[in-house]
């Protein structure tokens, strides 16, 4: 009896899947667990294994295609399994032997392959020469016609304007649709102030190195920042809370949204309980979020529920901007770019490491008030990090 490939429940509010690449054909071999496809959510990317041994016999979903929750995809049928199981291949292997296999064909016969690239290399050389005499051909046309005074049409003279048309994937979409929501159903509005790092760079270089050798993660800024938010968040509940309705919620948790850039565009994988985490358990979570959120290998629910979101823009050089509230959350906190700067200290002109920082928040929850003092808030924590340790 022939086993069912379904799409998955990918978290809430996901009712549909892109298909991505393929792994496995039609009749090929497969083992329990082994990866089979990549399904691309609005909210995350899942590889979808086999259920049990067999031949994959049926793929009912090309890549390209969108598929809903809990419909078939493709088939296996059990009774083909093979009589001695081969070790099952990580999804990385798979990719290696595939792109292996394209490149080069295991019965192409090894002359034939020699003479291809002299062919290849042959064909490249006289591609190159022509690519060259255009410039000349047209430079030389140009001047013809300037000296008998006759205007070349645009058309004339040839030109590279190449355009490419793809299909945007369902995390983009969903990125682009709530970016959009945000704007047309929240009160958005932004705060700013800066900070001077000094206190912490010097924490840092300080031990940073026992750290590192500690905990096995280098020191970064974003525990400051995580710690500091949260800090601030229990004073002012009103960045924690979110609309429901006519009523408010405030959230007596802090589970905490990091921003993190990926090829398939920007994701918030959440910080359970940050409260409960120390500087290294912030820091571990982070690079294994990263590296996880860069693979695709996120997990639906590590992408949800979150209460307060960080975003740090500096670390692509960005000086200020103006992030957006990721609905139904009430604010985000954005980081910037460390620049040494001129400031006055008692009166005194001294050159310091200075962060914008930026708090946007929701007008329909935050007041202005709350909103400036608890920006002002991170800024007082940062700069005397002691306060986390004798919660002044």
């Known amino acids: 009896m022939p086993v069912d490939l379904?799409?998955?429940?990918m978290g809430e509010s996901v009712t549909e899947v892109y298909i991505g690449q393929w792994w496995k054909k039609e009749g090929d071999q497969v083992e329990q667990d082994d990866v089979l496809v990549e399904l691309e959510s609005e909210k995350a990317t899942l590889d979808l294994r086999a259920p049990a041994a067999g031949v994959l016999t049926k793929i009912l979903k090309n890549s390209g295609e969108e598929a809903e929750v809990g419909e078939v995809i493709g088939q296996i049928d059990e009774a083909a399994t093979q009589k001695a199981p081969k070790k099952s291949a990580s999804r990385a292997e798979q990719k290696e032997e595939k792109s292996t296999t394209e490149k080069q064909p295991a019965d192409e016969p090894k002359a034939a392959a020699d003479d291809k690239t002299v062919a290849k290399e042959t064909d490249k050389k006289a591609d190159q020469k022509s690519a060259n005499a255009k410039p000349k051909v047209a430079l030389q046309r140009a001047n013809e016609a300037a000296e008998s005074g006759?205007?070349?049409?645009?058309?004339?003279?040839?030109?590279?304007?190449?355009?490419?048309?793809?299909?945007?994937?369902?995390?983009?979409?969903?990125?682009?649709?709530?970016?959009?929501?945000?704007?047309?159903?929240?009160?958005?509005?932004?705060?700013?102030?800066?900070?001077?790092m000094s206190a912490v760079k010097q924490l840092r270089a300080q031990h940073g190195e026992a750290f590192k050798e500690r905990h096995r993660v280098r020191l970064g800024f974003m525990p400051f920042f995580v710690k500091a938010a949260v800090e601030a968040l229990r004073l002012f509940p009103e960045l924690n809370a979110m609309i429901d309705g006519?009523?408010?919620?405030?959230?007596?948790?802090?589970?905490?949204?990091?921003?993190?850039?990926?090829?398939?565009?920007?994701?918030?994988?959440?910080?359970?309980?940050?409260?409960?985490?120390?500087?290294?358990?912030?820091?571990?979570?982070?690079?294994?979020?990263?590296?996880?959120a860069r693979s695709g290998e996120l997990k639906v629910e590590e992408l949800h529920g979150g209460t307060f979101t960080i975003t740090n823009g500096g670390v692509f050089g960005s000086l200020l901007s103006t992030p957006i509230v990721n609905p139904p959350q009430s604010g985000v906190l954005g980081m910037h770019a460390i620049q040494n700067r001129p400031i006055a200290v008692d009166n005194q002109i001294v050159i310091r490491p200075m962060m914008y920082v930026a708090l946007s928040y929701d007008h329909r929850t935050v007041d202005g008030r709350e909103a400036v003092t608890f920006l002002r808030r991170i800024k007082e924590t940062i700069e005397e990090p002691a306060r986390l340790l004798i919660d002044a």
Do not use: C, H, W
């Not at 006759?150 to 030109?159: A, F, Q, R």
């Open 246 to 292: 006519d009523d408010i919620v405030y959230r007596r948790y802090y589970d905490i949204g990091v921003a993190i850039s990926s090829d398939k565009g920007l994701v918030v994988p959440v910080l359970r309980d940050a409260d409960r985490m120390s500087f290294a358990q912030i820091e571990q979570a982070i690079e294994d979020l990263s590296k996880r």
């Open 150 to 196: 006759v205007l070349l049409s645009p058309k004339s003279v040839e030109s590279n304007r190449e355009e490419e048309r793809v299909v945007m994937s369902p995390i983009r979409r969903r990125i682009a649709s709530r970016l959009v929501n945000a704007q047309r159903n929240a009160a958005l509005l932004t705060t700013f102030n800066e900070i001077d």
């Open 6 to 9: 379904k799409v998955p429940e």
